[in-house]
């Protein structure tokens, strides 16, 4: 080969270890990059065999690179507090698509915002703008065309009331009636004074219902004895009589009315339950039908259907008693729980996403949705089929199909919401390569200079 090929051998070797310095100065820039993906240059000789017609021989031409691998172990978890923030705990990739050209993106970069749309829902998108993909909670997708970006609507709207559960004691201790007046005799919303006189009853409980648009409204519920032994009456009216929509008159606002009977021990034992007409007149309810006592409300114009839930219902013509049924105890009257499931419009208050990857999205209205689910790609034994095309992002090479999963404790990956992974790239381990790098550089660079001085000498020789 000569004094000209020990040159050129010299200057592969610079070269080989000049593309090896750039790899570990780029691990070592991206040192607190998120997620970042560490890479490290493969090297590999150089040899040819040349076969003569009359003594073969082979020798070595230097070095050059022959790979650059990335090294896709997990990097260290740093927490930051920020819900959008998402790591993966263990194997996976988030999906990512560009909105303009629809191309499908991977990273282990969990920075994500919410970003406003033009239909009036929030979308997680990276700092890129990429929309984050998922798909509804219960769903199983199969590959990447069946996963969509996550919307949240910005606003819900109200919902009606169409149940209220009461839970509460009636107390024991007071005396029986001594006349068979009942609270519905007692009502007159045209009387100058209200309605009804607090010496009429023993106990009311104020209810909050919402209707279709979400508008909230009062409603009273009163108790009372009567004249028969462990026996209250009850009757629920409009806490403001003039917003029946029935009409007006002396039973205005008045909705129901019934009877409650008690056993021995204060449970209950039968009830009885009428709709009030805005006549006064009543109309049984079937219980054998409805199994709790049902009522109508109508403040915009559309009817709605309200179920009282006191903690018993019927199944035929058997009384059904739950933990949480009405009780006749000697102590004083009062409500343990009060609920009912409507609510008013709500705007979105905050995003929380769990390590199954569920998006739930809470409103101002305390109610909450299930938006959907963020499914990862999975790309376990073909990973070097990615490549890497800057932003934290890569790219799956042609005919590569990940699998797509739901993350979670069972499954190869799990996600940790106010979290971000951290770079893989180890100091120490980059800093030993530098000065090997350095060492092997300087050795090359010496057989360049060696060479050439051997070459000089030999030229003034002659």
């Known amino acids: 080969m000569g004094l000209f090929g020990s040159i050129y051998l010299g ?9 090896g310095m750039r790899v570990a100065a780029d691990n070592v820039a991206n040192l607190n990059t998120t997620a970042f993906k560490g890479s490290r240059a493969v090297f590999e000789e ?105 919307e949240i609507p910005q606003a819900i709207p109200g919902k009606a009331t169409e149940t209220i559960h009461l839970e509460l004691n009636l107390d024991a201790r007071k005396d029986r009636e001594t006349t068979s007046r009942t609270l519905l005799e007692a009502w007159d919303a045209q009387s100058s004074t209200g309605p009804i006189s607090s010496a009429d009853y023993e106990f ?21 004895t009567t004249d028969q032994n462990n026996q209250y009456e009850m009757l629920l009216t409009l806490d403001d009589p003039t917003e029946d929509w029935r009409g007006s ?18 449970e209950i034992s039968g009830a009885e339950f009428y709709t009030v007409n805005l006549d006064g007149t009543t109309t049984p309810i079937d219980l054998t039908v409805t199994q709790r006592p049902q009522f109508t409300l109508n403040f915009t114009g559309t009817p709605q259907t309200v179920t009282l839930d006191l903690g018993f219902y019927f199944d035929g013509s058997d009384l059904v008693r739950t933990p949480q049924s009405v009780h006749l105890y000697g102590a004083p009257f009062a409500v343990y729980y009060q609920d009912q499931d409507g609510y008013p419009p709500g705007i979105f208050d905050r995003v929380e996403i769990d390590t199954e990857g569920v998006v739930k999205a809470y409103y101002t209205n305390q109610q909450s949705q299930e938006i959907g689910r963020i499914f990862l790609a999975d790309f376990t034994g073909v990973e070097d089929s ?21 993350p979670g404790r069972a499954a190869v990956g799990a ?46 020789a002659r």
Do not use: C
Not at 205 to 224: C, I, M, P, Q, R
């Open 11 to 19: 200057y592969s070797g610079v070269n080989t270890q000049t593309r």
């Open 46 to 150: 150089v040899f040819a065999e040349v076969t003569g017609e009359v003594l073969p021989y082979s020798r070595g031409l230097g070095s050059r690179v022959k790979d650059l691998e990335i090294n896709f172990s997990p990097g260290s978890l740093n927490a930051t507090d920020i819900p959008t923030d998402l790591a993966i705990l263990g194997k996976g990739f988030f999906v990512l698509q560009n909105p303009q050209s629809q191309e499908y993106f991977f990273t282990r970069d969990g920075q994500f915002q919410l970003e406003e749309t033009d239909q009036g829902t929030l979308r997680l998108v990276s700092p890129l703008g990429h929309s984050l993909l998922g798909a509804a909670v219960d769903a199983n997708p199969s590959d990447l065309t069946t996963l969509s970006p996550l």
């Open 204 to 224: 009311v409980t104020t209810l909050e219902v919402y209707d279709s648009t979400g508008v909230a409204h009062k409603l009273n519920l009163y108790f009372d």
């Open 249 to 266: 008159g002396r039973y205005a606002g008045a909705l129901l009315w019934g009877t409650l009977n008690f056993g021995p021990s204060g």
């Open 386 to 406: 990615l490549e890497r095309i800057g932003d934290n992002l890569f790219k799956a090479t042609a005919g590569v199909i990940p699998e797509i999963f739901a």
């Open 415 to 460: 996600l940790a919401s106010g979290a971000l992974e951290g770079s893989n790239v180890d100091l120490a381990t980059e800093m030993v390569n530098l000065i090997t790098l350095q060492r092997a550089f300087q050795s090359n660079a010496r057989v360049i200079t060696t060479a050439d001085q051997m070459l000089e000498d030999f030229l003034r």
